[in-house]
């Protein structure tokens, strides 16, 4: 059944037999279980994306399974990467947060990591590669977010830098980069995008303790007749928070959050170094 948010308070989930509705998903499906919730829906939200941008909770489920996808590839991107010399890009999703694109990059040994919430700028990515090939590594491999934005666009005011993106003449960022890193270097630079992949799949270990954990609270709170709440977890607890606040907040990476900071140390260039 697909269930209307209602304008005047009905419950139209009650008028199809629904005690509760479980609704599973990330921030766009949880802002639409709020408004169920403040219409009198008894919704209990558990929270399920790659992205794992949904506030209120440490991790999502999913999200983990996507992280081991996406470092598999950049895993395997390194035999051919290192046999050829050649820079690699692994486009990485994530158009709004980098989460998986950091954590994969760390994973998989990435020498570059390019995500939406620290812009880029290209001459520091070349200098980097340029340091690299200097120094007698061969190759470089990026791992770079579908959502990774150069300085210079970032600076724009929204509308202007929405329609800077649009002329873009280019299936999608990495391809850009791509073009300027072989343009400056001259070395040969390769795209990979496992894309949907990322998304599908068996789930691993971690993500299916996480959701079964997440099954059994939500089950709990609805015995509770505890509605309008989400699970989460937080600081390995598994807890409830309420739906009204966490919809609709995003759940980004601080430019100085410590697992950034640990990849700077361990030699991993953000793209933002002078």
């Known amino acids: ?3 209307r948010i209602p304008d005047k308070g009905e419950n139209n989930g009650k008028e199809f037999g629904f ?34 941008d949904l506030w209120g909770t440490d991790k999502t489920f999913g999200f983990q399974s996507a992280v081991d996808i996406a470092t598999n590839v950049i895993d395997c991107i390194h ?7 050649r820079v690699f890009i692994v486009e990485v ?33 070349i200098n980097t590669i340029k340091k690299r090939t200097e120094s007698g590594k061969k190759f470089s491999i990026l791992a ?47 795209v990979t995008v496992p894309g949907h992949f990322q998304r599908g799949g068996s789930p691993d270990a971690y993500d299916r303790v996480l959701s079964t954990r997440f099954g059994i609270a939500a089950a709990e709170l609805i015995i509770n007749g505890d509605y309008g709440k989400m699970v989460a977890l937080v600081n390995n607890k598994v807890v409830a928070v309420p739906l009204e606040e966490i919809a609709g907040k995003l759940k980004a990476v601080p430019a100085d959050h410590e697992i950034v900071a640990a990849a700077r140390k361990m030699g991993i260039a953000f793209g933002d170094e002078k």
């Not at 035999?79 to 010399?85: E, F, I, L």
């Not at 998989?108 to 520091?124: F, K, R, T």
Request: with cysteine.
């Open 144 to 190: 770079v977010a579908e959502g990774a934005i150069s300085k210079e666009l970032a600076a724009m005011p929204k509308k202007k830098r929405k329609a800077a993106m649009a002329e873009i003449a280019y299936p999608s960022i990495s391809y850009k980069i791509a073009k300027e890193i072989q343009d400056a270097t001259g070395q040969e630079t390769r």
């Open 79 to 85: 035999t051919t990467a290192t046999s050829h010399g």
């Open 19 to 52: 005690d509760c509705i479980f609704t599973l998903g990330g921030d766009g499906t949880q802002k639409s279980a709020r408004d169920l919730s403040t219409k009198g829906e008894n919704i209990i939200g558990v929270p399920k994306t790659i992205d794992n």
């Open 93 to 125: 999703m994530g158009h709004k947060v980098g989460w998986l694109t950091l954590y994969a990059g760390i994973a998989g040994g990435a020498d570059v990591i390019l995500i939406p919430e620290i812009p880029y700028d290209i001459n520091s990515v």
């Open 1 to 3: 059944h697909f269930l």
